[in-house]
């Protein structure tokens, strides 16, 4: 991936979205504004440097600029937190050389003893590690029962974004498909400006790029998210939907890892099913039957 093209096409693409009301600018020109949302002068204004060098700055060159003006820059464009730490990691790649970016530690292809004695302990409730790349380099008994058709795959090590835009069954699996397939494309955008020279990240991106046509789409729209939170709403093919609220935690001594970990509200039928589950993982000549679902 080209650093001053992912510098040039993020700011870009944030450029294009605010509009001059929202950025509390006169709306000079009317209806025949020649450019979609600011223009290069009016960032320059809100940001408080010289068109010339914003100008520099939207061309993808980097290179040297301070943290303040990357703030206030930040702040002209009404970047959300994801949105900020991003263009602050491209700014960090553009003043790494290449041969100093590649010496990076990136997280090994499989977990520390540790790490899996943390998820064989943690037996109710489902949960995995994964990397940057989204990855799935480890998982305890109920988070592979609880996401079996990932765990299917014929690939070694599962990885979740080829799952959601290359195998048919994920749009099953996952109840707002596209919310959670934008939301991986997002995390893998953000992942590609803190490690640009990660070979594995680029083959992925290159893969899906290829082979599929959604996921190009939404590459080329520059969104980042971070992933700390949420709920996910699964078509699990045993138990059938499930409704769970999940964490993802940064593990600190192995960077670029986070374990995902998922709970059920106790009583409410996605507990019940998750119970069902665990009793499955640890007996699997028991698996339970198919439920109907209406």
Known sequence: MNS?????DFLTTRRARLSPERAGLPAYGGGHRRVAGLRR???ALLAGVSVDYYTRLERGNLAGVSDSVLEALARALQLDEAERVHLFDLARAANTSATTARRRRRPGPTLRPGVHLLLDAMTMAPAYVRNGRLDVLGANALGRAVFAPLFDTAAPVPNMARFL???PAAQTFYVGWETVAADSVALLRAEAGRDPYDRALTDLIGELSTRSEVFRTWWAAHDVRLHRSGVKRLQHPVVGELTLAYESLELVTDPGLRLNAYTAEPGS????????LAS????PHERPARRSVE
Request: hydrophobic share 45%; no cysteine.
């Open 269 to 276: 039928p996605a507990r019940e099913a998750l119970d069902l």
């Open 165 to 167: 835009f290359l195998d």
């Open 280 to 283: 499955w993982s640890t007996a």
């Open 4 to 8: 001053r093209s992912e510098v040039r």
């Open 41 to 43: 002068e009016e960032v």
